[in-house]
Structures are given as structure tokens and as C-alpha cells.
């Protein structure tokens, strides 16, 4: 019998794959990104043992709002060779400045399936002129891929806000976040972990550059450069 992490899965692939059947093609936007981290940090923690990692995606988008994209990084050489997140979402203008994006994302780690996960995440985003800011929350449930050191099935918190500035001289936009994440995967000692990052990206026709400075309280801060190419 399929676990009921399983079934909501299924549930989210078929609802979605059935919203998109029923729309013409051309209704849809595909879009696809090919790129290099020096460090893989995920939440201010890094997952590639602060060495390179290599990541795509795949994105599709309809014109009602709704979306889907499967992303993938390589991670460190001591656990888990990759990571494979299918997300779908949701996103929607309740003003002309202010939007909500919900989205489930399930995170997949061959070959160390008890590190599998659903979380849900909703996020509010306000805009005016070249700035931006946003507040969300992220939950994943009670299951098999958040358990404790004791092997107790815990719910998983992780609030966060952000803000970018869009630059009017340079095709560049600075950014930065904070956030605060309580839960199984907070990496703490005693739990509770705050992580941040300051930086900017520079964006092209076709490819994108980011260097940002990215830490946290359960571990240490990293200069990380990105260079992402779209198609």
C-alpha cells in the first residue's frame, strides 16, 4: 500500500498534468536553465561540501498561473549523489503590486529514499517600481523524510523574507534574504537556525551571474558565484 506522501504526489501530478492537457500548447511557456554553483548552500547550509555542484531545470508555465518545474543539483561525494525536486504551484496577482504564489515541492534523493519530503510553501510578494519584498512559510509535515536523530516524525518550519532592488544603470539586481527555520532539518544544536544572504546577479540575453555572500548560525558563511544559461 502506497504511503499517503505517495498518493498526495500522485494526486499533484495528475491534477496538474490534467490542467495543462487542457489547454492549447501555445498557452504554455517552456523554459529550461543549465548552470554551475560554487557551492550548493540550500537555507544557508551547504549540500555540496562547499565544492562546486552542477544544476537544471525545467519549467513550464501557464497564462492562468499555474506552473510546475523539476530542478536538480549534484551534491556531495559523502551521501546522496543528487537531489531532484518536482514542484507545483500556483501564483496569482491579488493587486496590481501585491501577488501570492503556493506552490508543493517534493524532494527526492536517489538511493537515500528515507530523505524523501513533501513541503508546502505560500509567499506573499509586494512590488513598487524597481523594488521588491516578500514574506513566506514552507511546512513539511510529519513523515518518513523528517524525522529526528530519535526517529520521531516531526513538522518542519521555515519562515522567510526578502527583498531586491532592481538596478536602473546596470542589468543588475541586488538581493538579499533572512530566514528562520525550526525542525528536523534546522541543523542546529539545539535547534533553531537563522540563515541570510546579501548579493546581487547581473542578467543577460541568455545567461545569468550571481555572487552572493550566504551563511548561517549552524554553520559558516560562503562567497558563492553562480552562472546560469537559458534556453
Not at 538511493?111 to 514574506?135: C, K, M, Q, Y
Not at 523528517?146 to 532592481?166: C, H, I, V
Amino acid at each position: 500500500m502506497r504511503s499517503s506522501t505517495s498518493l498526495l504526489v500522485g494526486a499533484i501530478t495528475c491534477a496538474l498534468g490534467a490542467a495543462f492537457a487542457a489547454t492549447p500548447a501555445n498557452a504554455a511557456d517552456w523554459s529550461a536553465e543549465v548552470g554551475v554553483a560554487s557551492d550548493y548552500r540550500y537555507r544557508g547550509i551547504s549540500l555540496s561540501n562547499r565544492g562546486p555542484a552542477v544544476q537544471a531545470s525545467l519549467t513550464v508555465e501557464q497564462e492562468s498561473g499555474a506552473y510546475a518545474e523539476l530542478w536538480t543539483s549534484s551534491l556531495t561525494s559523502g551521501g546522496p549523489q543528487a537531489e531532484l525536486d518536482a514542484t507545483a504551484g500556483y501564483a496569482f496577482s491579488i493587486t496590481d503590486a501585491v501577488s501570492l504564489d503556493v506552490s508543493a515541492t517534493y524532494y527526492a534523493y536517489p538511493g537515500a529514499r528515507d530523505a524523501n519530503a513533501i513541503e508546502f510553501t505560500g509567499i506573499v510578494e509586494a512590488s513598487r517600481g524597481p523594488a521588491t519584498a516578500s514574506l513566506g512559510l514552507s511546512v513539511a509535515p510529519p513523515q518518513r523524510g523528517t524525522q529526528n536523530e530519535l526517529g520521531a516524525r516531526k513538522t518542519n518550519l521555515y519562515a522567510f523574507a526578502g527583498a531586491s532592488y532592481k538596478l536602473a544603470f546596470l542589468p543588475m539586481t541586488l538581493r538579499t534574504t533572512l530566514g528562520h527555520e525550526n525542525g528536523p532539518w534546522d541543523m542546529a544544536a539545539r535547534g533553531g537556525k537563522w540563515d541570510w544572504s546579501l548579493g546581487g546577479e547581473a542578467e543577460f540575453e541568455h545567461a545569468r551571474i550571481g555572487l552572493d555572500i550566504i551563511g548561517s548560525d549552524a554553520g559558516d558563511e560562503s562567497l558563492v558565484g553562480t552562472l546560469t544559461l537559458a534556453f
